[in-house]
Nanobody
Framework: VQLQASGGGLVQAGGSLRLSCAAS????????MGWFRQAPGKEREFVAA????????YYADSVKGRFTFSRDNAKNMVYLQMNSLKPEDTAVYYC?????????????????WGQGTRVTVSS
């Protein structure tokens, strides 16, 4: 599976962005997916995960209620809708895929990673 993240950019605090991640491969619908982010000088951290069907999602406390993770298996796409953005959301965002198809939080458990898209939230 190859992953291509897009949709990052510069936005003011309180604004919204939608990140997309396009996946190659016929077995995309079998994979669980995740979003992670890495701010300058910090470790990559978990943001959100979704199971293979899209029926289950899980969010980091820091984004719960503001971010929504969804997927369209027919299009081999996942999306992260980010609302009420804060300056502390500034980071490079990465999408990742896990073969188990389940909700996975630990970054070491993911099998494939995209290249990242930068999100900058100004105050």
């Amino acid at each position: 599976v190859q992953l291509q993240a897009s949709g990052g950019g510069l936005v003011q605090a309180g604004g919204s962005l939608r990140l997309s991640c396009a996946a190659s491969g016929r077995t995309f619908s079998n994979y669980g997916m995740g979003w992670f982010r890495q701010a300058p000088g910090k470790e990559r951290e978990f943001v959100a995960a979704i199971n293979w069907s899209g029926g289950s999602t899980y969010y980091a406390d820091s984004v719960k209620g503001r971010f929504t993770f969804s997927r369209d298996n027919a299009k081999n796409m996942v999306y992260l809708q980010m609302n009420s953005l804060k300056p502390e959301d500034t980071a490079v965002y990465y999408c990742a895929a896990v073969r188990s198809g389940k909700i996975v939080v630990g970054r070491g458990n993911y099998d494939y990673w995209g290249q990242g898209t930068r999100v900058t939230v100004s105050s």
